[in-house]
């Protein structure tokens, strides 16, 4: 047997080195290098040891143990797939202020509601606090158990008094193992905190869900491996000047990743949208130049919403482009194609302005025709009528693309009233019946598409 060799780790981000140096190359912290102990080596192989419990057929494994149990709250279980598996461990990272606490609350609520048993730890404010809160937003309720602390031992002992189905911790960052190095929230200690928690979750069939922070960039705070070592991963989003909130999953083993929920934040609390189109969508009486409507995809989701543009003759050298909601390279390479394929001169001497309505963030190529439709509307003062939906992906030559689930956006304006929509021409999926289809094969058909039909012709 070989002497164990030593390797040094830095207590900040956990990158290892072969010798000790005063600065971490990765983080770039001084004095975070500290010596850890190696494993030793050996050449022989390892001995085999008897297993606790024989492997069974993938035929014999029960699966009912593991079938998800609903949450009570419509919008979290379809981002969770059913609801919450038991043993599960599941990740909701957000900024600060976005309604994490808040949301889990309503979790804890619901989950005690059907005579299950919930322990919400709380790290970051007092018990008291949270019962205020609790009871601001209804939240209150005897099943559920609340206790302050950060030391994991702590924690665990809770567990073993309580005996939850269901735990909650704000947050993982404020945690501490006492067996781990490195400081609290640092990579170290939210790497051991969790192997602990997904141990603990696995062996006794207890839900857990743990609240991360973000950095300024917006990722998951903590080691990469955090997020590999939990089941499901939610993003939870949100605007500061909107009270929509999405719900965005990241990694889910249980279910779709892809999936989106809504919510909208109240002075009582996080209440669940489960029809979020009507708030994307501006009321007018009549129609209006420069407004049109489109079906963008969220994940699996459908959703209907309106992009505004205006545009102002200026005698600038440069004109200005301020846009909103959208991607703004996106938006300039739409302004140039209707430019140069579709007339447009006298854009390059124009200010134009586009908006979505709402607050909704719209990066997918499919709202390409309806940001341009929406300027030329606004050039020739011709409105598009309300119950008009655009799709489709503009191309610098001109043409327009097919884009997915065109079946799944038509349903989606069909259900909420809309009776015609413009579509790629190559779109080759079955459609709902019920609504008009016009096809369009490039920007020029579709600025010029009701030239024959004056009959509320947009343009």
């Known amino acids: 047997m070989a002497k164990p060799k030593s390797s040094y780790r830095c207590t900040g981000c956990g990158h290892q080195v072969a010798k000790w140096v005063g600065r971490c190359p990765e983080c770039g912290e001084w004095g975070s290098i500290d010596e850890v102990a ?21 035929t014999e494994v029960d699966a009912e143990s593991s079938a998800a149990v609903p949450t009570g709250i419509g919008e979290l279980d379809r ?18 202020g976005v309604g994490k606490s808040t949301l889990l609350l309503e979790t804890v609520k619901h989950w005690a509601a059907k005579d299950r048993v919930a322990l919400y730890i709380t790290g970051e404010e007092s018990a008291g606090q949270v019962r205020m809160r609790a009871e601001r937003t209804g939240a209150v309720h005897p099943n559920v158990y609340l206790a302050a602390e950060t030391d994991l031992a702590t924690i665990l002992g809770h567990v073993d008094t309580v005996r939850p189905s269901l735990m909650i911790i704000d947050s993982v960052q404020t945690v501490v193992a006492s067996g781990a190095d490195g400081v609290t929230g640092g990579v170290t200690q939210i790497r051991a905190v969790t192997t602990a928690l997904v141990s603990l979750a696995k062996n006794r069939g207890i839900a857990v869900i743990l609240v991360g922070h973000v950095t300024k960039e917006g990722a998951v705070a903590g080691p990469r491996s955090l997020e590999h070592l939990v089941d499901v991963v939610l993003a939870f989003e949100g605007d500061k000047h909107s009270t929509l909130r999405m719900v965005r999953g990241v990694k889910n083993r249980f279910g779709a990743a892809d999936e989106v929920g809504c919510f909208e934040q109240r002075d009582d609390g996080i209440h669940q949208v489960p029809d979020p189109s009507g708030i994307f969508l501006h009321q007018r009486n009549s129609d209006v130049s420069g407004s049109v409507t489109m079906v963008t995809m969220d994940g699996k989701r459908a959703l209907v919403g309106e992009v505004q543009a205006l545009a102002n003759g200026t005698e600038m050298s440069n004109p200005r482009r301020a846009v909103s909601g959208l991607d703004f390279n996106r938006v300039a390479m739409v302004l140039a194609v209707l430019q140069a394929r579709a007339g447009r001169k006298e854009l390059g001497k124009s200010e134009v302005y586009l908006s979505t309505v709402g607050g909704m963030r719209v990066t997918e190529p499919a709202a390409d025709l309806a940001i341009a439709l929406s300027v030329y509307s606004t050039l020739t003062q011709r409105p598009v009528p309300q119950s008009t939906v655009v799709i489709g992906e503009v ?3 001109g043409e327009i693309r097919r884009v997915s689930a065109v079946a799944r956006r038509l349903a989606e304006a069909k259900r909420l009233g809309f009776r015609e929509a413009i579509i790629p021409a190559a779109t080759d999926e079955e459609l709902p019946k019920g609504i008009r289809i016009l096809r369009v094969a490039d920007l020029g058909d579709a600025v010029h598409l009701r030239d024959s039909d004056p009959v509320d012709a947009p343009f």
Do not use: F, M
């Open 38 to 58: 190696g494993a030793p080596t050996s050449s022989r192989t390892t001995a085999a040891v008897a297993p606790s419990s024989p492997a069974l057929r993938i």
């Open 79 to 96: 981002v969770l797939g059913r609801g919450v598996v038991p043993g599960s461990v599941i990740l909701l990272a957000g900024e600060p």
């Open 395 to 397: 191309g610098l030559g």
